[in-house]
């Protein structure tokens, strides 16, 4: 679908228009547009992982190549409560900023000013990442926590050859 999408006319002026876009906007509205893509991705790499687990099922069971394993209602009903835990939570963050006149505020590692309601859409899409690469990716067999030990490994067995060089000399 994305692929047709940006193939035909209208959608080459979907891209130019958002890296246009980008400038005007603000901090909210940018972290909104990251929490939004990373929604989207999400559900990309979940449904991936849904139609690789009905692959392996129809393996051990062929009758189930007739059957919609994917369940419109299950969906709707779970992106329903995501949706709107996610929107709740920023817009009453957004109300009690609005409504105590909160200042926004700084941390040490960003110049960046900060509001509650970019810390709660921060929160969120620290979700998103955490279901995106450590449980859709890692289902669809890429272990990326694996991957990272794996170096970790290679890289200490590399090193060990360094340092009793160094400690010989």
Known sequence: MLKATFATKKG????PTIAISLP???TKQHVGLMLAI???VDFATGFAV?????????KLKPELKTENTFSSETFKVKTGIKL????????????AENVLKINPFNFS???????????IMCIWMIVEMYSIFFE????????ILGSFGKIKRIWSELKKPIQDENTAN
């Open 84 to 95: 709107f835990l996610y929107m709740s939570t920023i817009f009453i963050a957004y109300w």
């Open 50 to 58: 849904s139609k690789k687990n009905k692959k392996e099922a129809e």
């Open 136 to 143: 859709n990716v890692k289902k669809l067999g890429f272990d």
């Open 12 to 15: 080459l002026f979907i891209i």
């Open 38 to 40: 990373l929604m989207i």
């Open 24 to 26: 005007v906007l603000s």
């Open 109 to 119: 590692f960003s110049t960046l000013e900060f509001t509650i309601t970019i810390v």
